[in-house]
Nanobody, 125 residues
Framework: QVQLVESGGGSVQTGGSLRLSCAAS???????FGWFRQVPGKEREGVAA????????YYSDSVKGRFTISRDSAKNTFSLQINSLKPEDTAMYYC???????????????????WGQGTQVTVSS
């Protein structure tokens, strides 16, 4: 069992930055931790993932270069640094945990077993 709690969302202007955090508890060894985002009426979009074992990272093409996923093993947290924010980044962002391999499940929301409650990111122009 894994519990996930996101934090760090907020309202920023275009071009700004945010750092989202996901505090994980429970048995987090050898899980794929992913970040998804969702706007009303659309499916959740997987944007980044990291394997808790090796720390290897994966990104969707739509965010590569602006988003950085990282882990702090000592604190058992997974973060998503978002730079150069755009209005189209506005969404609810979710942290999720699922079985590896990360490269296969990164964008597959149904492959993830555990989810946080989400944190809202709003980008104004």
């Amino acid at each position: 069992q894994v519990q996930l709690v996101e934090s760090g969302g907020g309202s920023v202007q275009t071009g700004g930055s945010l750092r989202l955090s996901c505090a994980a508890s429970g048995n987090t060894y050898r899980y794929c931790f992913g970040w998804f985002r969702q706007v009303p009426g659309k499916e959740r979009e997987g944007v980044a993932a990291i394997y808790s074992g090796s720390g290897k990272t994966y990104y969707s093409d739509s965010v590569k270069g602006r988003f950085t996923i990282s882990r702090d093993s000592a604190k058992n947290t997974f973060s998503l640094q978002i730079n150069s924010l755009k209005p189209e980044d506005t969404a609810m962002y979710y942290c999720a945990a699922g079985p590896p391999p990360c490269d296969m499940i990164m964008a597959l929301q149904y492959a993830y077993r555990y989810w946080g409650q989400g944190t809202q990111v709003t980008v104004s122009s």
